[in-house]
């Protein structure tokens, strides 16, 4: 991984943590970045939108590659992460900060041929981030 790979993976984790979350660096750890834990009323990660969450778990790849989103997380480190995210009960989430851009959320619904998952909608209600 590059140097800028990692800072991004650890400023991505203090992001998380500001916002409540319980997150361990994995890097080098079946293809999973960094895993994030939480219960209660929180920021859902990438977006302004508040819910009440219940174990919510999250497995997180980052990249930080020029070439787009997807040049370095082909079709199996995909399925490999899906694979393992389905067994844990989580969502897998691809945080990609491109070395001249903004940090950019996509879940695995959005991927390129990545099996669409059915997931129960969040409970609770939306807040603002005061």
Request: aromatic share 12%; net charge positive; hydrophobic share 40%.
């Given at each position: 991984m590059s140097d800028r790979g990692t800072q991004r993976e650890r400023t991505i984790r203090r992001m998380l943590e500001t916002d409540g979350w319980v997150v361990i660096r994995a890097a080098g750890s079946l293809g999973i970045d960094l895993v994030a834990a939480r219960d209660g009323t929180c920021r859902w990660p990438g977006t302004?939108?508040?819910a009440?969450?219940?174990?919510?778990?999250?497995f997180i790849e980052v990249k930080s590659t020029a070439g787009g989103p997807f040049e370095r997380f082909g079709?199996?480190?995909?399925?490999?992460?899906?694979e393992l995210a389905d067994i844990a009960g989580a969502d897998a989430l691809l945080a990609?900060?491109?070395?001249?851009?903004?940090?950019?959320?996509?879940?695995?619904e959005?991927?390129?041929r990545?099996?669409?998952r059915?997931?129960?909608p969040l409970t609770g209600g939306v807040g603002s981030s005061a």
């Open positions: 302004e939108r508040w009440h969450l219940h174990n919510a778990l999250l079709p199996g480190e995909r399925s490999q992460l899906l990609w900060w491109p070395p001249k851009g903004e940090l950019r959320w996509i879940a695995s959005e991927w390129p990545a099996e669409k059915q997931r129960p």
